[in-house]
């Protein structure tokens, strides 16, 4: 199918450089999915912090989406992450939303930082989110529970990592509101804070490598080190069973060993009455130039057909059914 595109009303106008507001206005009418449309497209994407992977694969997206020889054109910005990400998609600030997977079944069911049932969709389950637990050696955290009264960064307001870093807080014992001294910062200045000494350790959920972990660790490494939480994995599963065992390798930032951690799986969202034919475009355009998203970080190597459709609860957009019908994703 040819990659082409669709009208979206712009609210306020063109969008920024750094992905201004839009309304996704082209809602779905009806009728087969062509992929082919034929209008101007002006999508943007909701990403992360600036020294994460969201904002690394979702600039990169665009500018994929904006060489693709079709009218179809993206502009990513940089964003809280997954809350505040699905709240926009919802309110049409943005067409797509990157969002971790646990978050997104909390917009699905109404639940967590959700109070109503969120009408958003998925594209495609990309790659895997790692919680990475890093704490500096002079504050003598050994395990969650050790940050009762410590300086702890839960990352940005309305993010994934704030709900995954409260939850894991809670499952070792700890009140997130009382407990600690909580420091709601993007990761660049978490890394600052750790640098200078004004933080204690950090909850980080992104992808392998995260370029401001990179930054960290390579800097300061003799004076930080990983935690180990997997202990709470079986108190986080039962409030989502999307939470998984997994391994940061050694490799990846030089560390003396493996990292056994937490993981959760990431989604591409968007509002469940986007144009089916943008939405096809969006999905297939994911997978056609996978390789050219591999070279601005090593995660979209997990973006697999396989995977795609493993987005449950949350339920794909019929647009996305079809671009991963075309492309043989397996059901």
């Known amino acids: 199918m040819a990659i082409a595109a669709a009208t979206l009303v712009l609210a306020g106008g063109a969008l920024s450089a750094c992905g201004g507001r839009q ?39 665009a500018e994929q989406i904006n060489t693709a020889g079709g009218r179809l054109r993206a502009t990513a910005a940089e964003t809280g992450a997954s809350v505040q990400n699905i709240q926009q998609v919802v309110a049409g600030t943005y067409a797509v939303a990157f969002s971790l997977a646990d978050t997104a079944a909390d917009a699905i069911n109404g639940t ?38 410590k300086r702890v960064s839960t990352g940005s307001p309305k993010s994934g990592t704030e709900v995954i870093a409260n939850r894991v807080l809670t499952a070792a014992g700890l009140d997130p509101a009382k407990d600690i001294s909580a420091q709601k910062l993007d990761l660049t200045k978490t890394v600052d804070g750790m640098k200078d000494g004004s933080i204690d350790a950090f909850f980080w959920s992104g992808g392998l490598p995260t370029p401001g972990v ?118």
């Open 23 to 61: 309304d996704a206005a082209s809602t779905d009418a009806g009728g087969a999915v062509t992929c082919e449309v034929t209008t101007n497209t002006r999508v943007g994407i909701a990403t992360g912090n600036a020294t994460g992977v969201y904002f690394a694969l979702g600039n990169a997206y």
């Open 112 to 149: 967590g930082s959700f109070t109503s049932k969120q009408p958003v969709t998925a594209l495609a389950r990309i790659h895997t989110n790692y919680t990475q637990v890093i704490v500096r050696k002079a504050a003598g955290i050994k395990d969650v529970a050790g940050m009762k009264g």
């Open 214 to 331: 990179t930054d960290l660790l390579t800097t300061s490494g003799d004076s930080v080190e990983f935690l180990d939480i997997t202990k709470v994995l079986p108190d986080l599963q039962k409030i989502n069973p999307v939470y998984e065992a997994g391994t940061i390798p050694a490799a990846t930032y030089k560390t003396p060993a493996d990292v056994p951690t937490v993981i959760v799986p990431n989604v591409l969202l968007v509002k469940d009455d986007l144009d089916p034919n943008v939405a096809c475009s969006l999905t297939r355009l994911l997978f056609d130039r996978k390789s050219q998203l591999e070279q601005a970080n090593a995660a979209a190597k997990e973006i697999t057909l396989d995977q795609a459709r493993k987005t449950d609860p949350v339920p794909l957009h019929r647009g996305a059914v079809e671009a991963l019908d075309d492309l043989g994703a397996p059901q």
